[in-house]
């Protein structure tokens, strides 16, 4: 065989072997474009915070059958990957190194708790993934984290409301019963801290552990000090606890708790105990009676509904969470082809987007997004809410 015959068919045999690479590649890059986008969710589904967890699984699930129903992001599918922490930071860290290292997640919702949200953020911004926390604690997002954001309304606005609502009443002389964990401690923060800008002053602190079943010795305390007012700020069973010891220490003074117990699992737990208790929410509590212009009252009422007939239970502003977690992921996907760092930017750049916790407008300077109107003040009454001035 001549020369020329031989770089014929040297060239043959590389053309060739160019165009299965090409196919194999093209064949490849069709293969993940089909590949369905998966998504990290880490949150208390059992144990003693499931009350959180369980419906905040249960929203991210629905979220992303809503999303997937309508072609998906750019018409990929999302993949939900949960993992149940049991409110243990310990756990959530371990969550949350397998959902970045075996599930090859594009982004995480949850951790439910301050405690287990605070344990793994550092695993996320090492990682440089973005994750939207449905925790409360305002040491989540401040100081700002490029990583992190979360939908849960601020305990700075939280506290706001409540004194808000006691200088109308003209209350100033409060003592505060606080949750010995990461939540509590940003509450106190935010109590201690805002209380002379409404002319009150903090008279009595006491703790309460998260698994206390007694707190009578530090109501009586309490009652020494002569003040005008409660406030007890936990999540549930803690503040129910305490509710309970109220009635029973015939304390005959407003008892105000923090948006930690703002589902029917405190009335259940505080049974009529919680009769007049007074809290900051979200609207979901109270959607019904929302003036039909507010602009969240539609996207509630939808929620509410399409919930409840899936799964046969009342919503709450827990769930909510997950659900926005979801809903502005998506939002900020979009055009991304999974980027995290356009995710990341584009989460920044996101204005007026209705959810279930508010309107959300995140900045550079603000991943949280939500404004004090974001909060309602309630008061149970009759075993439900009713709307307070």
């Known amino acids: 065989m001549d020369t020329k015959s031989k770089c014929r068919i040297i060239a043959i045999v590389t053309a060739l072997i160019m165009a299965a690479c090409l196919f194999c590649a093209s064949t490849a890059a069709a293969e993940q474009k089909n590949e369905p986008i998966k998504i990290g969710g880490i949150f208390s589904v059992t144990g ?30 999302l993949e939900a990957v949960i993992y149940d922490s049991e409110g243990d930071p310990s756990r959530a860290v371990r969550n949350a190194q397998r959902l970045l290292t075996r599930d090859n997640v594009i982004a995480i919702v949850g951790p439910s708790l301050t405690p287990t949200s605070l344990a793994v953020v550092p695993v996320l911004v090492r990682a440089e993934v973005p994750l ?11 100081p700002i984290k490029p990583w992190v954001f979360k939908t849960a309304q601020s305990d700075i606005h939280a506290v706001s409301s409540i004194y808000a609502h006691m200088q109308k009443k ?10 010995s964990d990461a939540f509590g401690e940003s ?56 509710a309970r010891n109220v009635q029973q220490l015939g304390i005959e003074l407003p008892l105000y708790n923090s948006h930690g117990v703002a589902s029917p699992r405190f009335i259940d737990l505080a049974g009529d105990a919680a009769e007049g208790i007074l809290l900051p929410t979200g609207k979901i509590l109270v959607a019904e009676l929302l003036p ?14 399409t919930y409840e007939e899936r799964l046969g239970e009342t919503a709450s502003s827990f769930g909510g969470y997950a659900f926005d977690g979801i809903n502005l992921l998506a939002e900020a996907m979009k055009g991304t082809d999974g980027d995290k760092n356009k995710i990341r930017s584009n989460l920044e750049q996101i204005k007026g987007h209705v959810g279930i916790s508010g309107t959300f407008t995140f900045s550079g300077t603000d991943h949280n997004g939500l404004a004090p109107d974001a909060f309602v003040m309630v008061r149970i009454k009759d075993g439900t809410w009713e709307l307070v001035e």
Not at 170 to 179: D, L, P, T
Not at 211 to 236: F, K, S, Y
Not at 292 to 305: C, F, H, M, R
């Open 48 to 77: 003693p915070a499931s009350f959180l967890g369980d419906p905040e699984k249960k929203s991210m699930e629905l979220a992303i059958d809503r999303i997937n129903a309508k072609g998906g992001i750019d018409g990929r599918m």
């Open 132 to 142: 939207i926390s449905c925790a409360a604690g305002n040491q989540i997002t401040d």
């Open 170 to 179: 003209g209350i100033k002389r409060v003592a505060v019963m606080i949750q």
């Open 187 to 242: 509450g106190r923060d935010q109590l201690l801290g805002q209380a002379g800008d409404f002319g009150i002053e903090v008279v009595a602190q006491e703790n309460f552990g998260t698994r206390d079943t007694d707190t009578t010795a530090q109501l009586t305390n309490i009652r020494r000090a002569d003040p005008e007012a409660i406030v007890c700020w936990g999540t549930n069973p803690g503040p129910a606890v305490v």
């Open 292 to 305: 039909d212009n507010d602009p969240q009252k539609a996207v509630l009422l939808d929620y509410i509904s």
